[in-house]
């Protein structure tokens, strides 16, 4: 069964460009995820797709953005990038629909897309 | 404030021998824990989880207690092996407006020696 794929795996950016991040989930998960990992600091729960729609959002601004198309597979959009946006940006999925299901599942995690702003 | 606390940045252990990594959290709206593992380069794997009902789950050389009165977990693993060398981060979700978010621990780094 394949996992998590994300791509590109390494995106290197300019202050001010736009990034976008692609993450296709684990066959039959339908709720996908994306986490920030700066350096130093652990993970940070970005936002949370489930059947298309966003579900919940974390504390970043309005520049960080997404969605999710027909298949499940996600993009994560960065607009006026920052050099403090340089970081891992992991992807996860997991099975989901219903808020309380995907409360108890596991997520399963892609091995990430490095950004990184010069 | 770190709602997720993995108070050990590091632990190394012999080979055969158990390790015991701890994690403790404040909210106690948190109603179910993961726990990953991560080597360099690739992302987080699931391991083992638990839910707030459980106080103990297993899974082969896995198993996580949990102690809710002490908002404490912690996860066991027998007998270790060299490959079980990596970072292992607790997560936790549950609760109020955070469906979906996992909060993480910053990790605790395991060496186990041959």
């Known amino acids: 069964e394949a996992g998590v794929t994300q791509s590109p795996t390494h995106l290197i950016k300019t202050r001010g460009q736009q990034a976008t991040l692609r993450c296709s989930p684990i066959s039959g998960h339908t709720s996908v995820y994306w986490y920030q990992q700066a350096l130093g600091l652990g993970l940070q729960f970005l936002l949370w797709?489930?059947?298309?729609?966003?579900?919940n959002r974390g504390n970043f601004p309005p520049r960080f953005s997404g969605r999710q198309f027909p298949n499940y597979s996600s993009e994560l959009n960065v607009n006026a990038l920052e050099l403090e946006d340089s970081a891992l940006y992991l992807c996860?999925?997991?099975?989901?629909?219903?808020?309380?299901?995907?409360?108890?599942?596991?997520?399963?995690f892609g091995d990430g897309t490095r950004l990184s702003i010069l | 404030d770190q709602q997720v606390k993995q108070n050990s940045p590091s632990l190394s252990v012999q080979e055969g021998r158990i390790s015991i990594l701890n994690c403790d959290y404040t909210?106690?709206?948190?109603?179910?824990f993961l726990w990953y593992k991560k080597y360099p380069a690739e992302g987080p794997t699931f391991l083992i989880s638990i839910s707030s009902i459980k106080d103990k789950n297993e899974d082969g050389r896995f198993t996580v207690f949990l102690n809710k009165s002490a908002k404490h977990l912690s996860l066991h693993i027998v007998p270790s092996q060299p490959g079980d060398s990596a970072v292992y981060f607790c997560a936790a979700s549950g609760g109020g407006g955070s469906q979906g978010n996992l909060i993480f621990g910053k990790g605790t780094k395991l060496s186990v020696k041959p």
């Open positions: 797709y489930d059947e298309g729609e966003e579900r």
């Open positions: 909210n106690s709206m948190f109603d179910y």
């Open positions: 996860a999925s997991s099975l989901g629909g219903w808020v309380w299901e995907a409360n108890y599942q596991p997520q399963h």
